[in-house]
Nanobody, 126 residues
Framework: QVSLVESGGGLVQAGDSMRLSCTAS????????MGWFRQAPGKEREFVVA???????????DNEENLRGRFTISRDNAKNSVYLQMNNLKPEDTAVYYC????????????????WGQGAQVTVSS
């Protein structure tokens, strides 16, 4: 079993930056890919970005242009951690951000991720 714990989040103003962290514990050798999803108020949870053990990165193909220039994912395998650096935040980025992990390659589909964190609230005021 794998446990994921997020940290970071909070209230910021539009244009600010924020960094989310997620640390895995337990059977971490089974974690090949880790990523981030988010769920805005009244909307379904959506994929944001994921990174494989080897560093391959996948952004949401439907939102890549918007995300790639502002959101950066990174991973420290030695610390079993993944990070999401978010710059130039916008009010529409307001959501609960979830860390997720799986034993296979990076994918978009939510139901392919086996492990989930508890979520971190990110609120961006205008």
């Amino acid at each position: 079993q794998v446990s994921l714990v997020e940290s970071g989040g909070g209230l910021v103003q539009a244009g600010d930056s924020m960094r989310l962290s997620c640390t895995a514990s337990g059977r971490t050798l089974s974690l090949d890919s880790m990523g981030w999803f988010r769920q805005a108020p009244g909307k379904e949870r959506e994929f944001v970005v994921a990174i494989s053990w080897s560093g391959h990165i996948l952004y949401d193909p439907d939102n890549e242009e918007n995300l790639r220039g502002r959101f950066t994912i990174s991973r420290d395998n030695a610390k079993n951690s993944v990070y999401l650096q978010m710059n130039n935040l916008k009010p529409e980025d307001t959501a609960v951000y979830y860390c997720a992990g799986r034993s296979g390659s990076v994918v978009v589909a939510e139901d392919e991720y086996e492990y989930w964190g508890q979520g971190a609230q990110v609120t961006v005021s205008s």
